[in-house]
């Protein structure tokens, strides 16, 4: 019976290090992202990505949020719902998710995302988006190499 206290008490201290641990980790990496996934309207995909390219990543540049980076899928993944014809992918950074919401508001509170973004996706002849993904992330450990921005 005291083998099994002992058993039971060191599988509850190895759990609780490994909690610590991995919260010591998360602590040491910089950044909070958000990976985004959106489902384009047929034969709209690229007219979404030019948006992005033209218009909105400034906009949150603009609002100190990192754009990571922008992504078409060369592959097709029914199993994750990747269609390469109409998925967009692109990566957004922040120093925090407190950060990232405030940044957020002030970029969709702005005049020109207002005119660019929302004014088409409101109009259903017009709108480039079905759908919209979101994953929010950590990195794991501190060699994530991105700078965001302060």
Do not use: C
Not at 50 to 60: E, K, L
Not at 134 to 140: A, G, R
């Amino acid at each position: 019976m005291l083998k099994w206290k002992l058993a039971a008490v060191l599988g509850l201290a190895t759990g609780v290090a490994g909690v610590a641990w991995g919260q010591a980790q998360q602590q040491r990496a910089p950044g909070f992202y958000e990976l985004r996934i959106y489902k384009a309207q047929p034969g709209k995909r690229d007219a979404l990505a030019a948006r992005f390219a033209s218009r909105t990543a400034g906009i949150y540049a603009r609002h100190g949020i990192t754009n990571v980076g922008y992504f078409i899928p060369l592959e097709t993944d029914k199993e994750l719902g990747i269609d390469a014809d109409d998925t967009f992918i692109y990566i957004r950074g922040y120093p925090s998710k407190d950060e990232r919401d405030k940044r957020l508001k002030a970029a969709r509170d702005d005049a020109e995302f207002g005119e660019v973004v929302l004014k088409q996706e409101r109009d259903p002849n017009a709108r480039l988006i079905i759908k919209a993904h979101n994953i929010d992330m950590v990195p794991s450990g501190p060699q994530t190499a991105i700078a965001i921005t302060p």
